[in-house]
């Protein structure tokens, strides 16, 4: 099936994800063997892992490349589109390392965007609400140019993935490279990992372990959710459009939580004896987030379609089935819907 229509379109050429066994790359993998592509998945493992991609280990169209996106792409690699999701989301994983950090954003997304000019590829870059910074303006609409410190713990991935996006739209102007930006906001699903310092794995991991539940702040800063499978269905759409977007596209959830409310629904869902304990805020952690989605509603006609409600279960699962049977995990969904009306 070859869906992503480009200049040297041919029915044996593939699709290459960078970043592919992570959270959000393996469930994009398994979108795109079912819809029929073959599948290069390109990964140097350090957030990502090969169980994640355990559904896809005898699929024929599926194959594994264990390469950092710093160094060359091999240059046969025919493809006709990339996702570039190469890049740890996770504060302390990405913080870890954080000149890699900037030079995966930087370097590699060059090298991802010399190897689509090469082959006349489709390239899509997995930018983040975090260019937004601690934004000024609210909801965060695309033309906003963000409030972001350069010079913090969290610059190495908030500049790298700005960065990356002129790099992009270089590429685009001056070197004729067909590429699409995806803004994407908090999301949130199965292959999250319990130790990626985001709030929503930190939250239900604490409840279910019965720990207290850290919220930072006051915990009325507000966060919009979006459930991974809306996510990917938004890749998808925006790789495979056919006029080449103006501009970035966020992408996500416009439904705004705050935190507490976030911790009592994860209360709700989970048996637990947890409660919440409050912490001092972090440096450089914003306010506010929600997406202004009206680009994507426009050029995508895409816009998410599960309420938190139907999220946040089956993300209490895939965390139950990593500490403990999910038979002990219970959920009152029922009656968080009633206590939540028009959660999304
Ligand atoms: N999950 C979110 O809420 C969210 C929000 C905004 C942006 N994003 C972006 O989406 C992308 C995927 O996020 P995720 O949540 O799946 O994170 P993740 O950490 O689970 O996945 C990132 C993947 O990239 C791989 N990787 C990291 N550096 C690499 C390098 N130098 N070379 C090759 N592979 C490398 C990791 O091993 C991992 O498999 C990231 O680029 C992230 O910045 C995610």
Known sequence: MNTFRTRKSSSSRGVLVAGGAGFLGSNLCERLIADGERVICLDNMQTGTPENLASLAREPRFSLIEQDVCDPIPANLDVEAVFNLACAASPPRYQADPVHTMMTSVVGTRHLLDHCERHGARFMQASTSEIYGDPLEHPQREGYFGNVNPTGPRACYDEGKRAAETLCFDYLRGRGVDVRVARIF???????????????????????????????????QTRSFCYVDDMIEGFVRLMRVDETPDGPVNLGNPGEFTINELADMVLDLVETTSRVVYEPLPKDDPQRRRPDISRAEAVLGWRPTTPIVEGLPPTIDWFASLVRPARETQHRSRALSAAVPGAA
């Open 186 to 220: 908090n999301t949130y699903g199965p292959r999250m990992r319990p130790d990626d310092g985001r709030i929503v794995s930190n939250l239900v991991c604490q409840a279910l372990a019965g720990e207290p539940l850290t919220i930072y702040g006051n915990g009325e």
